[in-house]
């Protein structure tokens, strides 16, 4: 499979139509060259066709002149090394960085940036997306498809890696997480969604109690007096005292207003108000962060994160409609749900998509531009002269023949003042 940014030289037919138009061109301009032949021997038969002739030679003229200046974008007319041809091949590198440049300063300017995603619902489209996901022309998605994952693996995957892990790295240090932390478990326990949690806490401290109840009996054999041993009332003490234990986690389990379980939810409560407005707490949650984030361990959770996104991304991208089927499918079907009628949901994620993105251009945009120029540097002149000429030559085609028509025109308008004068 061919890259579309590859380095290396390809060979890829040119399109029908833009080979079409080709031959209609320079067929337009040989009818033109026959037609003056022909007028210019039959003028003396009559003065019609000295307006054959005039309209023919102008019509060749201006066929001749685009051709040169369309000829001229992409390659040296005739093979011949005239100045100021050639002109997409010798500014491959100046073209870059004026569209990098063009990207910097139209698109990458945090206040347009903000301004433009303030006008977008991305939950929303996401979330439409995801629920129904787009069933139209298989060629059109399997070409975009395939055009998200060969750009994927045509950039400088250390740079563009290393730019996404070095953005998140940084929102996650400028991002106060102990609110986030604070907010989200007063919703739950407004919810009631952490009693599974109290009840997976009971539930593991009565497996560690049975497992480990040799350790509560050696212990009190330890700390009982001689006496004690001597009587085995250690060995009723270690019994009684693991059946209490037992006995309270059981009760725990089996009450949902235990006083106990009443007290955890009341420390929970004051944990998740203490993280929200608590200076104190605050502080020591953050450093707490920094801490993880600067530990090598977590450097790597990053590096894998990234690598598993863009392994999925590519996963995707080359097979989109197998991603949407099985498990994955079916969570994010379900995801998309919540995304399109909760409107809570809807305008926290808007939000976070576009500081993300104010942020990105503040921070990277430069970075950005850099990456752009860069991957245009490194492609093949000859690849991206065709490609471009593929895209557009058609259209240039055009321009070609209308040169042909209003210059047969011109010239025919030339010779109808030149005949009243």
Do not use: C
């Not at 478990?185 to 407004?190: E, F, P, V, W």
């Not at 969604?193 to 009565?206: F, M, N, Q, S």
């Not at 593929?390 to 321009?399: E, F, K, M, P, S």
Request: glycine letters at 8%.
């Amino acid at each position: 499979m061919t890259l579309p940014f590859s380095r290396r030289p390809t060979h890829e037919a040119a399109p029908a139509g833009l080979v079409r138009m080709r031959v209609v061109a320079t067929g337009l301009l040989v009818l033109m060259a026959v037609t003056y032949a022909l007028a210019r021997w039959q003028e003396p038969a009559h003065p019609a066709f000295g307006f054959v002739r005039a309209f023919a030679e102008a019509a060749m003229v201006g066929g001749l002149a685009d051709w040169f200046a369309v000829t001229a974008l992409f390659r040296h007319p005739l093979g011949l090394p005239i100045p100021h041809t050639a002109i997409v091949p010798r500014n491959k590198d100046r073209i870059g960085e004026t569209l990098a440049s063009f990207l910097r300063n139209n698109f990458l300017v945090p206040a347009v940036v903000a301004r433009r995603m303030r006008r977008l619902d991305i939950a929303s489209a996401a979330g439409r997306w995801l629920a129904q996901p787009p069933g139209g022309p298989g060629r059109l998605r399997r070409g975009a498809s395939r055009l998200v994952a060969e750009m994927l693996q045509a950039f400088d995957q250390d740079r563009l890696g290393g730019l996404v892990k070095s953005t998140v790295a940084q929102r996650l240090r400028q991002m106060e997480v102990a609110p986030l932390i604070g907010q989200a478990l007063t919703a739950a326990i407004a919810e009631n969604r952490h009693v599974p949690l109290l009840d997976g806490i009971v539930r593991w401290a009565g497996r560690v109690l049975a497992a480990n109840d040799h350790l509560i009996r050696a212990m009190v054999h330890e700390r009982a007096g001689s006496i004690m041993r001597w009587t085995g009332l250690d060995e009723t003490l270690s019994n009684k005292l693991i059946d209490g234990l037992d006995q309270l986690l059981a009760d725990m389990a089996d009450d949902p207003h235990h006083p106990l379980r009443d007290k955890a939810e009341e420390g929970l409560a004051v944990l998740a108000h203490d993280l929200q407005h608590d200076a104190t707490m605050r502080l020591r949650v953050e450093a707490l962060k920094l801490d993880l984030l600067d530990n090598p361990a977590m450097q790597r959770w990053i590096d894998g994160m990234w690598e598993q996104m863009r392994g999925g991304m590519l996963k995707i991208a080359r097979d989109p409609d197998a991603a949407m089927a099985g498990r994955l499918g079916e969570m994010l079907r379900e995801l998309g749900e919540p995304l399109q009628h909760d409107p809570k949901l809807r305008r926290t994620i808007n939000r976070f998509v576009r500081r993300a993105a104010v942020g990105a251009a503040a921070d990277y945009g430069d970075a950005i531009v850099r990456l752009v120029s860069d991957t245009v540097r490194g492609w093949d002149t000859g690849t991206i002269t065709r490609r471009l000429e593929n895209a557009v030559g058609r259209d240039l085609q055009y321009i070609r023949i209308n040169g042909t028509i209003v210059g047969g025109l011109v010239g025919l308008l030339i010779h109808l003042v030149d005949v009243g004068i």
